[in-house]
């Protein structure tokens, strides 16, 4: 982001403020996942992340500003990169997505921005980002053989095998689970 001076023109970021805002929102992130939205306070970021009170004002005068940034960290989440086999670019999909999950336990910030949605109104345009991101690699490779409900049902489903699975079983599904997910989806295509 280039936020633009009293004169008119963008002016680049300095590296310290783009370090200082990474750490937070990571730190935001952390403890969400860790602690709990409620935990997720400028106090208990300044001391987990280092920074004053202060500082953190600055760069996000409410919570919800705050919140709402640390979410769109999920916005970067890592994607298979698609060969143009699509039962292995689908398989590979949902195993980054696991990875994601695994590595950064998003399982819980997921479940914690839907219950935010739910009662934040503002926060319903950063879910729907995230998911539409979250998404858009698995809709791009079914596109070809499904269009309208049927690519909305294939969509949840293979992205529901994996966010059920950690969310209700506790861990994420194994290869030959995700396998036979993309297996039973793409035999339905036909």
């Known amino acids: 982001m280039r936020p633009t001076g009293d004169?008119?023109?963008?002016?680049?970021?300095?590296?310290?403020?783009?370090?200082?805002?990474?750490?937070?929102?990571?730190?935001?992130?952390?403890?969400?996942?860790?602690?709990?939205?409620?935990?997720v306070t400028h106090?208990?970021?300044?001391?987990?992340?280092?920074?004053?009170?202060?500082?953190l004002y600055k760069h996000w005068p409410t919570r919800g500003d705050l919140l709402r940034d640390a979410f769109g960290g999920l916005r970067d989440a890592h994607h298979h990169s698609p060969t143009g086999d699509a039962r292995a670019d689908l398989i590979g999909e949902l195993t980054a997505f696991r990875s994601v999950i695994e590595e950064r336990r998003i399982d819980r910030a997921l479940a914690a921005l839907a219950e935010l949605a739910a009662s934040h109104p503002e926060m319903v345009?950063?879910?729907?980002e995230v998911v539409s991101n979250g998404e858009r690699v698995l809709r791009g490779l079914l596109?070809?053989?499904?269009?309208?409900?049927?690519?909305?049902?294939?969509t949840?489903?293979?992205?529901?095998?994996?966010l059920n699975a950690a969310m209700m079983h506790g861990r994420p599904p194994a290869d030959d689970v995700l396998a036979a997910a993309v297996d039973i989806v793409l035999d339905a295509a036909g």
């Open 7 to 39: 004169d008119g023109v963008q002016h680049p970021v300095d590296a310290r403020v783009r370090r200082t805002r990474k750490d937070v929102l990571r730190a935001a992130l952390d403890v969400l996942i860790d602690e709990g939205r409620d935990a």
């Open 125 to 128: 345009d950063v879910r729907d």
């Open 143 to 154: 596109s070809p053989a499904l269009q309208g409900p049927k690519l909305e049902a294939a």
């Open 156 to 162: 949840l489903m293979l992205s529901g095998a994996v």
């Open 43 to 55: 106090q208990r970021l300044a001391q987990v992340a280092g920074y004053s009170r202060a500082t």
